[in-house]
């Protein structure tokens, strides 16, 4: 037993830590947390549920080939609970899951050490984990992996996720078939007969809650009585997949708070981590933190959300974290530092080189440019740049890394091309770096702003028996079956954008979706610029740019004034997987498509650009744009 501030008591079957402000309990060698005791409040989570109770670390995987990002679901539960520290200040538990071919098919060939640190008088604790695939493990695909919280339904109600997106929440029991509606998404459902009559009419869709990775630092829920507050807590991305801006999902309905360490989601396959047969893979994540804070008066419950918030920043500046006792996580002094200045260099806008202002600088695995929105079993480190384009990114664990980045205002991504090895306690100086974004002549037209999202683009209002009332004056894209509203506002005819006359903003609808024809019936839709050019270069090239900010199981042809033109000047082929238009997103995965058209198949006077979405099998699969550029030859 360590002192009376922070006391451990181990059983058979439990383990309890209470470190003078809260209690935790464990499964013993299980690891799941069956109880948490703070403020009065007996448990803050639920154990009633039908299927999932408490907190827990769980993942999901397939066997390799697999192309489904679903699989097999696995609440993980050790087989072995050792004590790593122990004294008057804090307490680290592992929780470890050995693997051996008796449970093939039935559990993820991995070896899992889950560690929970607690220290002394402290509302809350941190957890982590170490993963690891070695070389006598068979093959298979890690589709997503994270840490669950559900909570206690008759004490959370309110659930905060941005300073914007907070608001009381219906139950789990209004999503249940005697009073919901199942919509054409397996996740939204239409509330027609819930407890409390104010969410009548509503959609709950825990897809609309999501973050952008650079965004999900804190979220949580409130109780009101008594006022008190339970929030997760993430401090650093570099334990994520996907980049700044892949998002994922964080609190939601039932009460149910997420610390997501790797998923799909918004991606696609992609995303999947696929092992080899006896392929040596480890990876540390987190810690996090689960945060317990409450005030006195029921009045100021709401302000709860605002300590979490103060709380996150000062775990944010503790990062990387001194305590955790693995070794496989390295502390500050074990991490290098690289610095630079990025610069853009585009002779049709500036004949001197541009200051990256704001731009996105980051160190991910060695691959192409672009590569680190799909990369999926590394460490990746991100910073922005200041107005003047320097950088500083910190805090990175030893190993070899590609630096990439992005300038908002530009299309395309930056690699520098030197592989840069960073070893302990480094500070690597690069100097000027220069972007050189895809160009080719000066801009003749454009659509949109070159920012790897629509959201500058005509979002509909939803349906009126669609509405989620928190989206009625902020984010419109996140309401659910905006894809259905392309149909009604073009009944007869498909989009049709004059340049110079048309104004994106008003007329260029946020995504190009199918047009549903029957119950179960679609048609390809087929958008067209039109543009005029005085005088056309015949034997010069003019460079179609267009980059999309998503794609779902879509192709995207392009044909130039001759509609029936076979085959298309091009064609994508099918691209994407991440499901943006459904799942209420406004991006997914950036792609950029740099198509030449020929002076010669250009007129004199008014041309057409026509872009066709040919996939049809269902309401999802579109695409979004992100900006459309026609250049003409160079000068």
């Known amino acids: 037993m360590s002192s009376a501030g922070l006391r451990l008591n181990a059983q058979n079957d439990y383990v309890v830590i209470n470190n003078g402000v809260v209690e935790i309990t464990w499964t013993n060698p299980g690891g799941i947390i069956r109880g948490i005791k703070y403020k009065g409040i007996d448990n803050l989570l639920e154990l009633n549920n039908k299927d999932l109770n408490g907190g827990f670390w769980d993942l999901n995987w397939s066997e390799s080939g697999s192309t489904k990002t679903r699989g097999k679901f696995d609440t993980i539960e050790g087989t072995d609970l050792q004590v790593i520290v122990e004294n008057e200040k804090q307490i680290e538990l592992s929780f470890t899951r050995m693997w051996n071919p008796a449970v093939q098919g039935e559990q993820a060939p991995l070896y899992i050490d889950r560690r929970f640190v607690v220290f002394r008088d402290v509302p809350g604790f941190y957890s982590y984990a170490i993963f690891e695939h070695t070389k006598d493990m068979p093959s298979f695909n890690l589709n997503t992996t994270r840490i669950a919280f559900m909570l206690n339904k008759e004490k959370f109600h309110y659930m905060a996720i941005t300073d914007d997106r907070q608001r009381f929440m219906p139950s789990a029991e209004d999503r249940l078939a005697e009073r919901g509606q199942a919509l054409a998404y397996p996740e939204a459902v239409l509330l027609v007969d819930p407890i409390e009559p104010e969410f009548k009419g509503e959609v709950d869709d825990k897809y609309q809650y999501s973050l952008e990775n650079k965004d999900n630092q804190v979220h949580g829920w409130i109780c009101f009585d008594p006022p008190v507050g339970f929030w997760q807590i993430t401090p650093s991305n570099e334990f994520r997949t996907g980049g700044p801006f892949k998002q994922d999902l964080t609190s939601h309905v039932n009460p149910t708070t997420l610390a997501i360490f790797l998923t799909s989601h918004y991606a696609g396959p992609d995303l999947l981590v696929k092992f080899e047969p006896g392929e040596e893979w480890k990876k540390v994540l987190g810690p996090v933190f689960t945060y317990f804070n409450s005030v006195s008066d029921k009045e100021m419950a709401l302000t709860l959300w605002d300590d979490a918030k103060r709380q996150m920043n000062k775990e944010v500046q503790s990062w990387p974290y001194s305590f955790p006792a693995s070794e496989e996580f390295p502390k500050c002094g074990q991490r290098g ?123 509909p209002d939803p349906n009126p028996k669609y509405v989620n009332k928190l989206y009625i004056n902020q984010d419109k894209f996140r309401q659910y079956g905006l894809w259905e509203r392309y149909a009604e506002l073009y009944p007869d005819n498909d989009l049709v954008y004059t340049v110079g006359v048309n104004e994106y903003q008003k007329d260029w609808f946020f995504a190009q979706v199918n047009r549903k024809i029957g119950e179960n019936a679609y048609q390809s839709t087929t958008w067209k610029i039109k543009f005029k050019i005085d005088n056309v270069n015949l034997a010069g090239a003019y460079t179609l740019r267009l980059a999309l900010a998503a794609a779902n199981h879509a192709e995207l042809q392009v044909r130039i004034n001759d509609p029936t033109a076979d085959p298309p000047l091009f064609s994508s082929g099918e691209i994407g997987g991440d499901n943006a238009i459904a799942r209420h997103a406004i991006h997914g995965i950036y792609w950029l498509f740099n198509v030449t058209i020929p002076g010669s198949l250009l007129l004199g006077g008014e041309n057409i650009i026509l872009l066709t979405q040919t996939k049809t099998a269902n309401a999802f699969q579109g695409i979004m744009y992100d900006y459309i550029r026609l250049e003409g030859p160079s000068c």
């Open 337 to 459: 530092i690289v610095k630079g200045r990025l610069l853009v260099q585009d002779r049709y806008l500036s004949k001197g080189n541009l200051p990256g202002k704001d731009a996105y600088v980051g160190l991910a695995a060695p691959g192409d440019a672009g590569s680190w929105q799909r990369e999926n079993k590394g460490y990746q480190f991100w910073t922005t740049t200041d107005e003047d384009g320097y950088f500083v990114i910190e805090n990175i664990r030893a190993g070899s890394y590609s630096l990439y980045a992005l300038v908002p205002g530009f299309i395309g991504d930056y690699k520098y091309e030197v592989v840069i090895t960073i070893t302990e306690g480094c500070n690597i100086e690069l100097g000027e770096l220069v972007y050189e974004p895809p160009r080719d002549g000066p801009t003749l037209w454009e659509i949109g702003i070159p920012d790897r999202s629509a959201a500058e683009f005509y979002i």
